[in-house]
């Protein structure tokens, strides 16, 4: 296992970056999401673990795993911010810094999308900036443990 290391979390539907919607989400893929982290981490000599699924439980049993040990978390929960209890659950448990983000502006969006169930579990939010969004995430963790 790397050290010191970020987690990457994606949740549902964020395998389709880049197809799904790109007017809403750009038309970078998860790939390139995920190679954007690391060329950021990296530069302060953090590696990136990541993860995507579209099964909350799977998201969880890694955070399990690896979450205790993390420098921090960068978490797009997706559609799971909006209700996934166990997910928050599990992010106050594991008690890492953490980041939530979001590509689009979600309170720009349906009214469902504005209740976010993980803001009191996660040390910031960045909302609205599109996958850079990702980027800035990540150098705010690595800027915590220099």
């Known amino acids: 296992m790397p050290n010191p290391y970020l987690l990457l979390i994606n949740g549902p539907n964020l395998n389709r970056l880049g197809v799904r919607k790109p007017d809403t989400y750009g038309t970078r893929t998860l790939q390139d999401v995920v190679d954007l982290v690391r060329e ?13 699924s579209n099964h909350e439980g799977e998201l969880i049993d890694f955070l399990q795993q690896h979450g205790p040990e993390a420098l921090g978390i960068i978490i797009n929960p997706g559609a799971f911010g909006h209700y996934a209890y166990a997910l928050r659950d599990c992010l106050e448990d594991i008690d890492r810094p953490t980041i939530e983000v979001h590509i689009s502006n979600v309170h720009k969006r349906e009214a469902f ?18 996958t850079d969004g990702y980027r800035y995430a990540a150098i705010a963790l690595c800027q915590l443990n220099p």
């Open 113 to 130: 999308r504005h209740q976010l169930v993980l803001a009191d579990v996660v040390q910031g939010q960045v909302v609205g900036l599109g």
């Open 40 to 52: 950021t981490a990296q530069g302060y000599g953090v590696e990136v673990l990541d993860k995507q």
